[in-house]
């Protein structure tokens, strides 16, 4: 080994030391940690230490409300980092989202690390969480999106919030003008380049590696991850990506605005619905106040938009230039996104199949059937509800996949999640494999629905995907020990794809005649 090798382990060795001692303070005392705006106090099991609630931005009210995010100021002595921080201003919107912070706020621009109490050799893989809920809903305080268990399997867990709705999506030409780039809207995806940005600055004192960062989300949290592949605004901050049921591509559901649209929309609403002429004025005005009146209309939705800065093309635009972070991609989506078939079929399913295909595919829709057949009742109505679920979110990942296989060189890796959720209380009856269901799997975190009766098929299949994930996190490579193989996904694999269920399977995509069909009509 050379010099400047031996130099370096034996730097790397005092630096584990030295970010074991300050991150713990003994065993029996709380940990702390020194980030660059001042010292942090924890919370420890003894195994896990928690950091939560530290302030990654200002908060963006008064004259910094939609405004891309700044710096948070320091404060002297140490800083309880015990509890959640608010979530960001929000209606109530989906009733199984539980939450355990303060409530509501636009002060809200907090995150959470956990990382493990006892480390040993060098520096942990951190993995950075962006949660899903349309962009308008959502926050890190879920308990089924705590960063505990998934920190066991020796990485560095981040979750952000990040603006929402009309605070973190608003376009307005004011905007624009002030911002010196001609650029407004995003600022909920410019909150997680500021969390990103905190991650490199910081996360060495939780023991993390900088230069090891997954990006990793659901639903509207996967859509971000795709955009911040596509952003030039992120490049560097991350090394992989996992996208759990959805990707910034779809023409159908949630198509990209233009900043002009945009900025008419919302000065549309700004003076119609609000009564206010000038940036000041909406400033002025409570976010209660916003909140309210954006959550009744109905006829402008805020998200985001090509707004020339962090989005200055379409991400499917982007792509197909190859001009994306170039990483290693795991992406896939749940067998019941559209909703599960019932055990109650009858002949409607069939008649409602072939009405959707006049209405949807008009010349094509003999074509639409070799793909989506109603042989019979049952069938009929399954492939009802796959069709639902493509449209919805499924088609949208395929062709994020696709994308980033067709000019990236990283690996990807394909899945989809198919095990039948037990019995809820809380659910419909026979709710399958429904979106989002995959998310306490992941973090290993079943028990914090604690009125589902878990079978043990359940918490084996979390442990293998927390395996699966974390191993991904660490090289790129989802696969390990003990592991059913899991495939690149191209060609040479057949597109292969790694079915998450009771029991592990690795098969052939049945259905990419589908998504080739719905991307003849849809991609155009």
Request: hydrophobic share 40%.
């Amino acid at each position: 080994m050379s010099k400047l090798g031996s130099w370096r382990m034996f730097a790397a060795t005092v630096g584990a030391v030295l970010l074991t001692a300050t991150t713990l303070q003994g065993a029996s005392s709380k940990p702390h940690a020194k980030v660059d705006t001042g010292k942090l106090e924890g919370k420890s099991d003894g195994t896990i230490n928690a950091f939560l609630g530290i302030p990654y931005a200002a908060p963006p009210v008064g004259d910094l409300r939609w405004k891309p995010p700044a710096r948070p100021a320091k404060w002297k002595g140490a800083r309880k980092a015990t509890d959640f921080g608010a979530r960001c201003t929000q209606s109530r919107v989906y009733e199984d989202m539980i939450f355990r912070d303060p409530g509501p706020s636009e002060d809200c621009l907090y995150l959470n690390v956990w990382t493990p109490a006892k480390r040993t050799g060098g520096k942990l893989p951190v993995m950075v969480w962006v949660y899903g809920g349309g962009f308008v809903a959502g926050a890190t305080s879920e308990p089924r999106q705590d960063g505990t268990n998934l920190a066991k399997e020796n990485v560095v867990v981040v979750s952000m919030n990040y603006r929402l709705g009309v605070f973190g999506f608003f376009a307005y030409p004011e905007l624009a003008k002030e911002s010196g780039r001609n650029s407004a809207g995003n600022y909920g995806l410019l909150d997680q380049v500021a969390a990103l940005e905190w991650v490199k600055r910081n996360i060495a004192a939780f023991g993390g590696d900088p230069g090891n960062v997954t990006i990793f989300g659901e639903s509207a949290g996967s859509f971000s991850v795709s955009e911040l592949m596509a952003s030039p605004v992120a490049k560097g901050l991350f090394q992989r990506a996992i996208g759990e049921s959805g990707g910034a591509f779809a023409s159908q559901g949630l198509p990209f605005h233009t900043l002009a649209a945009s900025s008419e929309a919302g000065a549309q609403f700004a003076s119609d619905a609000l009564g206010a002429k000038t940036l000041a004025e909406l400033r002025a005005l409570p976010a209660q106040k916003i909140l309210e009146t954006a959550t009744a209309t109905k006829t402008i939705r805020f998200a985001p938009n090509i707004d020339g800065y962090f989005l200055p093309e379409t991400p499917a635009a982007i792509f197909a230039a190859g001009k994306q972070s170039d990483v290693p991609l795991l992406a896939g989506w749940n067998m019941d996104e559209g909703g599960s078939a019932s055990a109650n079929t009858n002949d409607d399913s069939a008649a409602k199949l072939k009405e959707t295909a006049q209405k949807e595919f008009g010349d094509k829709a003999e074509e639409f059937l070799k793909h989506y057949p109603p042989d019979n009742p049952a069938q009929a109505e399954r492939v009802l509800k796959d069709f639902a679920g493509d449209r919805f979110i499924a088609f949208s990942t395929w062709k994020w996949l696709e994308a980033q296989k067709s000019t990236g060189k990283s690996a990807v890796y394909r899945y989809r999640f198919d095990i039948l959720h037990p019995a809820d209380p809380k659910r419909p009856p026979n709710a399958g494999a429904y979106h989002s269901a995959e998310i306490e799997y992941v973090f290993g975190a079943l028990d914090s629905e604690n009125w589902v009766s878990w079978r043990p098929e359940d918490r084996a299949l979390s442990e293998q995907m927390r395996q699966y994930w974390s191993n991904f996190a660490r090289s790129g490579d989802p696969n390990g020990p003990r592991l059913e193989k899991w495939p690149v996904y191209d060609p040479t694999s057949e597109w292969q794809v790694m079915h998450l269920n009771a029991e592990l399977k690795v098969e052939k995509d049945a259905h990419r005649d589908r998504y080739v069909f719905l991307d003849s009509v849809w991609g155009k």
